[in-house]
């Protein structure tokens, strides 16, 4: 049995890391980036992460570096403090609580003793900026309530904030306009497009900001990619703007080098424009970095630059931009099709990544191990684009081969399916080609799995098909004299009365396949590929199969679309035992007799997960553990 | 970071036979030259010596031939009944051959009269051999004995009378002076040594043997027999390693290839076959007219030699490497020029830098690259790759297809550019392996073009081309709709013996498929 507290639940990674810009440490040998509730310190050098800084209870919002000690570092969180770090060490010296949701953070050297953030306090939309007087006191938790306020009616995200010319003024964009905060005058100017105004669909969009360090001149990056230089701001009347333009798409951030001389920008495109003295003619370009640019810093001591990209990695660029390091979080594509597995050999979880590619994650370590390329094609990012997409993958024969589909589907009657079986190869630790299978169906793959079992020397792999179809898949000897080698054929063709095929599943031993046609469960003699019986209960189509393990390998269990959990008995070939659970996820456990069983509870509208935890054996008697997760 | 992925070029399998390094080896000779003997051929010998000539026994004659003559250049006749066995001596200036009347003759190749005989076995001598000192000569009879002969004082030296049937093959070690083998009608092959007048290794092949081999190290022994090939380990004192059942009548003939990797063996099936020396697998096999009796490679290959039941001399020659073209080359960089740089010596302080090595890419993949797909699209309508590698074009407007720009590429083109698609689509359609990707081309050019239609009458020939061959890919598709319909018909007439719905497909279908990346 299941007891309740054996579940619990550790976080372990795979959190955002380019969900703020990254900060540099004033030596350039360390680089700060916000995980979830976390602070990460890497190494610039290594890329390995050398600190994880603990204690917010809530997102981290903003990292910046103390400008009174540069071995210190403030942060920020939704919890509501900030929080002053040694990162060398790695400890936490000071709480301030100032008691609000802080979405951003910013420092500023001749504001000794405080700190600007960005709150909001009435509507959910409207955001101010004010800066928070931090008190010395020898405590480890201040409360910081003195807060004056700056800017109101501000975006915010934190690109939309710079602070200019030593901190003589800010700048803040939002919409159409920029607004600009003189700190000694106490006046704030604003800017607007002219062409913006009465056209509906004009997509100059301020996007993003930043100011130059020396001089008084704000650069604005844009919706329709243009990049403007604002000068002569402090003057209502006489202010200029010059128009730099490359890129097609948003211009998602700007940053200027430490000197000044030259304007960092990205966007969709994957390209780190370099502009050198802020003219069109005048740039570089670093292109194929990936994925889109959220966000580029630059470091204090001027030789290093940072992108963050969308798919969750920082790369560290050098000063004449050559890429010197990548750190890879956990990259979260928008359909995992795949769905969750763990490779056998590595343990490392394995999910679809970049387009195209499987990602490795190392649970333990909280990095990724590697990516593979499975589609093996340019990707071009372009919206509308039908991709092809990998749909299914799985590990069979202890990690020595991985299966994985791939399809793309313009229009109804135009499928392009290819299946793919990689080799594991011990001399090069990694994944190879061995076998491409074009059209292994006539209609989409459904399910495909592996034949696990000790006794079967001859790897084997079953796929199931809307076409009505499954086939059995093995591996042939196709070597001659001139060389050894391997690859899969399709051993047998098997089908019951035109159904779609929706599930397929081996049991523990490997002696018995289970396909499961829509409402019906067919069991299949894998010697012989003979039907052995069938189930149906009528009660939907079957979503999961899942055979029982050790003691309970006589049970078969199916969860139905309509909400029925059904087990039977392979012995008799009778329903053993029902039960309304609405089954989303079941995934036996590879040690034990357990399943987990993981539905949709129906109480309520919100969409909680509740894990069932079923020992066949046991659950003769129909019972149920039930442990809440979330 | 990644760089430009090349287009993955879709490749499909080729039908028929596997084409490997052999195949392209034993399939580089010219067509045989045919020559006439007087009666079946056989043996055939090359001298070892160059200019390579070869001795082919016939009836009561040796020819000598030159290798390229189609004319004999010397003949020895002075034989009252029928030679056999003619073979050169190591140094290719002496010549023994048996005769049916129990005579072993020397000849020296310059003269005509024979300089020793050796007289002394009642039977027909079917086997002859120099061993390896050049001073001695082997003969094996039908009166079943094998006698040692030598040379300077044309004497008798030993005669084994171990074998119980007529001694019909035979091969002198070329390493040890008194070794050699000789196999004989009783089934059994034996090895003789001089020193020991007695035999020291005797196994049993099954079959009467017709032809024996030493490998060059002496070490093997092949031996061949009714329709089997056997290999022996002589080291091992004559265990069998391998026993070769390719040809389905009698083996007569074995050779070596020069190499030494290749064993040849010729059958009265008309069949050669080439086996592996180290797999013994049939890499490769040469039809002949008729049943063949003899079979001997030159000197590094470079001829085939077989002779048949026929008469018939089949003389393959290897065809000459392609010569380079004789058009002046264009002057290259001088030596220097490659080197500069190169030769600099690390100083201690020396940080080295190396140059990112730059990756070929094809020149569609480089307009790919560069966004150009007009001009992409043009390099693979080239004629010299639609006739050539169509899968090429296939797959370029296939990956066009998939960025979203096919319409764009196919766009703006004028008469001659336009026809050349269609050309290229007419010639390409009714393929079923192209089909689904170009039908789609083929919708997005009628849509583009459509309005345009009848100010050219070139592309509007091509149009109502593409138009009927379209209709005759309809009628065809419904013929075998009609025939699959009969048949299920027929078959649903017949009764099924399960009650279930199983089927095993012939996986042949599934083969095709199938690719394996080596």
Redesign the interface.
């Known amino acids: 049995m299941v007891e309740e507290e054996s579940v619990r639940v550790v976080r372990c990674g795979g959190s955002e890391l380019n969900f703020r810009r990254a900060v540099f440490s004033a030596d350039s040998k360390y680089i700060f980036c916000v995980s979830g509730d976390f602070v990460k310190v890497h190494s610039t050098a290594t890329e390995e992460c050398v600190h994880i800084l603990q204690g917010h209870r809530n997102l981290v919002t903003g990292i910046q570096l103390n400008p009174n000690n540069h071995l210190q570092l403030y942060s920020c969180s939704f919890d509501g403090t900030v929080k002053l770090w040694d990162y060398v060490d790695g400890i936490l010296i000071k709480t301030f609580v100032v008691g609000l949701k802080l979405h951003a953070l910013f420092t500023l050297p001749s504001a000794e003793d405080s700190v600007f953030v960005i709150i909001n306090k009435e509507k959910p939309d409207v955001f101010q900026l004010v800066s928070v007087k931090l008190p010395k006191s020898s405590s480890q938790e201040i409360e910081a309530k003195e807060l004056s306020f700056v800017l109101d009616y501000i975006n915010q995200s934190p690109k939309c904030i710079a602070f200019g010319n030593e901190g003589e003024y800010v700048a803040a964009v939002r919409d159409f306009y920029l607004s600009v905060y003189f700190f000694k005058k106490k006046t704030t100017s604003r800017f607007t497009l002219s062409s913006s105004r009465n056209k509906k669909h004009a997509k100059n969009n301020f996007t993003c900001v930043a100011c130059h360090p020396k001089e008084d001149c704000i650069a604005t990056g844009h919706k329709d990619g243009k990049i403007r230089l604002w000068r002569n701001f402090d003057d209502d009347k006489k202010y200029t703007y010059t128009c730099l333009h490359w890129h097609h798409d948003m211009v998602m951030d700007l940053a200027f080098s430490v000197t000044g001389t030259s304007l960092l920008s990205g966007g969709r495109e994957s390209v780190l424009v370099e502009w050198r003295d802020a003219t069109e003619k005048n740039k570089e370009f670093l292109p194929r970095l990936g994925a889109t640019i959220e966000h580029i810093s630059v470091s204090p001591a001027g030789d290093l630059f940072c992108t963050s990209h969308s798919d969750n990695k920082i790369i560290v660029i050098h000063r004449n931009l050559e890429a010197s390091a990548v750190i890879q979080g956990l990259v979260k594509d928008s359909n995992i099709f795949t769905g969750l597995m763990v490779d056998p050999r590595t343990k490392a979880l394995v999910l679809n990544g970049k387009p195209g590619h499987l990602q490795f994650y190392s649970l333990q370590h909280d990095k990724q191990l590697y990516n593979l390329d499975i589609i093996q094609q340019e990707y071009i990012n372009d919206y509308g684009l039908i991709q092809i997409e990998l749909t299914k993958a799985a590990f069979g024969c202890y990690g020595n081969w991985l299966a994985t589909v791939e399809q793309r589907q313009e229009k109804e009657t135009e499928l392009e399916l290819q299946m793919k079986l990689w080799m594991y190869n011990k001399k090069t630790q990694g994944f190879v080609l061995n076998t491409k299978v074009n059209m292994p169906h006539e209609d989409h793959i459904t399910a495909l799995c592996f034949c696990n079992a000790e006794k079967f020397e001859n790897p084997t792999l079953v796929t199931s098909s809307k076409d009505g179809h499954f086939k059995v898949w093995i591996l042939t000897d196709d070597s001659d004299i001139y060389k050894k080698a391997v690859g899969w054929t399709c051993d047998f063709v098997g089908s019951y009365h035109k159904y779609q095929a929706t599930n397929c599943c081996f049991s523990e031993d490997g002696s018995l396949l289970a396909v499961s046609f829509e409402e019906i469960v067919t069991i299949w003699d894998s010697e012989t590929w003979e039907l052995k019986c069938t189930f149906c209960q009528r009660a939907g189509k079957i979503r999961h199969l899942c055979f029982g393990r050790l003691t309970c390998s006589k049970y078969l269990l199916g969860a139905t679309e309509n909400g029925i959990l059904c087990c039977w008995n392979l012995l008799s070939c009778a329903l053993e035992w029902s039960a309304k659970l609405n089954v989303r996820v079941m995934e036996p456990d590879p040690n034990s007799e357990n399943i987990a069983a993981i539905s949709r509870s129906s109480v309520g509208s919100d969409c909680k997960y509740t894990p069932y935890f079923d020992n066949t054996s046991k659950s003769l008697t129909k019972i149920f553990f039930l442990t809440s997760l979330i | ?5 090349p ?2 070029i ?1 490749t499909y399998p080729v039908l028929g036979e ?1 084409i ?2 052999d195949t392209l080896y034993w399939n580089n000779y010219k067509t045989p030259v045919q020559i006439k003997e007087f009666g079946a051929v056989s043996k055939v010998d090359f001298s070892p010596q160059p200019p390579y000539n070869y001795a082919v026994t016939a009836s009561s004659r040796i020819h000598i031939y030159g290798r390229y003559s189609q004319e004999p250049i010397k003949t020895f006749s002075r034989f009252k009944d029928t030679a056999y066995c003619a073979t050169f001596r190591q140094d290719g200036r002496l010549l023994v051959a048996g005769s049916e009347d129990g005579g072993v003759q020397l000849f020296d190749i310059t003269g005509r009269a024979p300089l020793r005989h050796f007289e002394g076995h009642t039977k027909a001598v079917h086997t002859v051999d120099f061993t390896a000192d050049k001073y001695h000569v082997v003969s094996g009879a039908d009166d079943y004995t094998v006698k040692l002969w030598d040379i300077p004082n044309s004497k008798e030296i030993l005669t084994f009378k171990e074998h119980s049937d007529y001694v019909r093959c035979g091969c002198a070690s070329k390493l040890n002076p008194d070794l050699f083998v000789t196999g004989s009608y009783d089934h059994t092959l034996k090895m003789f040594d001089a020193r020991t007048n007695k035999s020291v290794i005797s196994v049993e092949h099954g079959q009467p043997v017709e032809s024996v081999l030493l490998f060059p190290s002496g070490g093997l022994l092949v031996s061949a027999g009714g329709r089997y090939v056997k290999i022996w380990d002589v080291l091992k004192g004559g265990q069998l390693l391998v026993s070769l059942k390719n040809h389905h009548k009698t083996v007569t003939c074995l050779y070596l290839s020069s190499s030494g990797q290749r064993l040849l063996s010729g059958s009265l099936d008309r069949k050669v076959k080439i086996y ?1 020396t ?2 013994y ?1 049939v ?1 490769h096999s040469f039809d002949y007219a008729a049943s063949i009796l003899s079979l001997a490679l030159a000197h590094e290959d470079e001829t085939i030699v077989v002779g048949m039941t026929n008469g018939i001399l089949s003389v393959k020659h290897r065809k000459s490497e392609a010569k380079k073209d004789s058009l002046p080359r264009r002057r290259r960089p001088a030596y220097r020029t490659f080197i500069k740089g190169k030769n600099y010596m690390r100083q201690r302080d020396d940080i080295l830098i190396n140059r990112p090595s730059k990756k070929h890419l094809e020149l569609y993949d480089r307009d ?1 690259k560069n966004f150009r797909v007009s001009k992409a699209l043009d390099r693979v309508l080239e004629p010299s790759c639609t006739i050539k590698t169509p899968e090429i074009t296939v797959s370029i407007i296939k ?1 066009l ?4 720009v096919l319409a764009n590429a196919l766009a703006g083109r004028d008469e001659k550019e336009i026809s050349r698609v269609l050309n290229f689509l007419i010639r390409n359609l009714s393929q079923p392996r192209f089909a ?1 990707v170009l039908i ?1 081309a083929a919708e997005i050019i009628i849509d583009i073009y459509l309005p345009v239609i009848g100010q050219s009458p070139v592309v509007d020939k091509k149009f109502l081309l593409l138009q009927g061959l379209v209709e005759k890919e309809i009628d065809y598709q419904r013929e075998l709709l009609e025939t699959l319909g009969m048949m299920d018909m027929l078959f649903a007439t017949m009764t099924r013996k399960e009650s ?6 012939a ?1 042949d279908g ?2 095709e ?6």
Do not use: D
């Open positions: 970071m990644a760089g430009y992925k287009v993955a879709q596997k490997t390094q592996s180290t797999s697998k890499v790919l990956e297809n998939r960025r979203g689904p789609n279930t719905s199983v089927w095993q497909h996986s599934f083969l498929n199938k690719k394996v990346e080596s």
